[in-house]
């Protein structure tokens, strides 16, 4: 068998994977910059910005303070992106939220992150908007925090868990109210689905940064979508965590969605009806604590 070498003279081989990479970036991009939708920088690591993308209601004057919500996006704290969750900030936003959308240092990017640095993140996140909270209109004492699958766990942990705090701790990085999709709350129960190598960074920790086992009186309230079939984070989770909750006095209602697995909210370009019935429940929630009218 012959094996051709590249010809480094020749720069046009390899223009279909400078392409492919071109486009890749560029749906990404797009993805962000979409109307409504502002950005700033809330924390720098190294030669890393991580940034949130911010939408906020339509004539909403900064002098008038409104709710705020976080997200967090899933990727099993490895990959993924902010752009997840971009629906749910355009759908709460028309109804008169701050919704934001936040990256933050995931493994695929930033070759050295961990779990645990996702945390951190999360809180930076959170308190970057508290202490912002006037000048983008925000009630700094009524800000949500959602997400999904690793990022359902963060925003959690923003509630939950102590520690992993990088910053000046004057601020609370301590969200008001929980918004969770499939959130991962017990570790160890989901090492068996992640790479080995990340699963040897959990385990030691599992117990430490899993919301089940840290519950406590004074926690937010807390709703959660999680669907029945779900193969990579157990339904069971979702109902143990809220009577866990319950037990200690706190508010938390989980909505189960029969036969849906992993990831089943997601927005898929508007054709998924569970999209709108997760929202639509979201709004009710907010609304029950007087988040919207």
């Given at each position: 068998?012959?094996?051709?070498?590249?010809?480094?003279?020749?720069?046009?081989?390899?223009?279909?994977?400078?392409?492919?990479?071109?486009?890749?970036?560029?749906?990404?991009?797009?993805?962000?910059?979409?109307?409504?939708?502002t950005?700033?920088?809330?924390?720098?690591?190294?030669?890393?910005?991580?940034?949130?993308?911010?939408?906020?209601?339509?004539?909403?004057?900064?002098?008038?303070t409104?709710p705020?919500?976080?997200f967090?996006?899933?990727?099993?704290w490895?990959?993924?992106?902010?752009?997840?969750?971009?629906?749910?900030?355009k759908?709460?936003?028309?109804?008169?939220?701050?919704?934001?959308?936040?990256?933050?240092?995931?493994?695929?990017?930033?070759?050295?992150?961990?779990?645990?640095?996702?945390?951190?993140?999360?809180?930076?996140?959170?308190?970057?908007?508290?202490?912002?909270?006037n000048?983008?209109?925000?009630?700094?004492?009524?800000?949500?925090?959602?997400?999904?699958?690793?990022?359902?766990?963060?925003?959690?942990?923003?509630?939950?868990?102590?520690?992993?705090?990088?910053?000046?701790v004057?601020v609370?990085s301590?969200?008001?109210?929980?918004v969770l999709?499939?959130?991962v709350?017990?570790?160890?129960?989901?090492?068996k689905?992640?790479?080995?190598?990340?699963?040897?960074i959990?385990?030691?920790r599992?117990?430490?940064?899993?919301?089940i086992?840290?519950?406590?009186?004074?926690?937010?309230?807390?709703?959660?979508?999680?669907?029945?079939?779900?193969?990579?984070?157990p339904?069971?989770?979702?109902?143990?965590?809220?009577?866990?909750?319950?037990?200690?006095?706190?508010r938390?209602?989980?909505?189960?969605?029969?036969?849906?697995g992993?990831?089943?909210?997601?927005?898929?370009?508007?054709?998924?009806?569970?999209?709108?019935a997760?929202m639509?429940?979201?709004?009710?929630?907010?609304?029950s604590?007087g988040?919207?009218?």
């Open positions: 068998m012959t094996t051709t070498k590249p010809n480094i003279e020749n720069p046009r081989q390899f223009l279909p994977v400078l392409v492919t990479f071109f486009l890749f970036f560029a749906h990404f991009e797009i993805q962000l910059a979409q109307p409504g939708v950005e700033a920088v809330y924390k720098t690591v190294g030669s890393t910005k991580l940034k949130l993308y911010i939408c906020q209601p339509i004539l909403h004057p900064k002098s008038d409104i705020a919500i976080v967090f996006h899933g990727g099993g490895g990959g993924g992106h902010a752009w997840q969750f971009l629906p749910q900030c759908y709460l936003a028309d109804r008169g939220m701050v919704a934001i959308s936040a990256e933050y240092r995931v493994r695929n990017r930033q070759k050295d992150a961990t779990p645990f640095n996702c945390v951190e993140d999360a809180k930076s996140a959170i308190r970057w908007v508290r202490m912002h909270a000048e983008l209109g925000i009630d700094k004492n009524r800000i949500a925090a959602g997400g999904g699958s690793a990022g359902g766990h963060m925003a959690a942990c923003t509630a939950l868990i102590n520690g992993f705090e990088d910053e000046n004057s609370s301590v969200p008001n109210a929980l999709f499939n959130p709350l017990d570790v160890m129960e989901v090492l689905v992640l790479p080995k190598d990340l699963r040897k959990l385990e030691p599992a117990e430490e940064i899993s919301p086992y840290n519950v406590s009186d004074g926690a937010p309230p807390t709703i959660i979508f999680h669907g029945t079939a779900d193969n990579n984070v339904f069971h989770q979702a109902a143990i965590f809220t009577e866990e909750m319950k037990k200690h006095n706190n938390c209602e989980i909505e189960l969605f029969e036969g849906r992993h990831g089943f909210f997601n927005y898929n370009k508007g054709r998924n009806p569970d999209f709108t997760t639509e429940l979201t709004v009710k929630f907010l609304v604590l988040y919207m009218k």
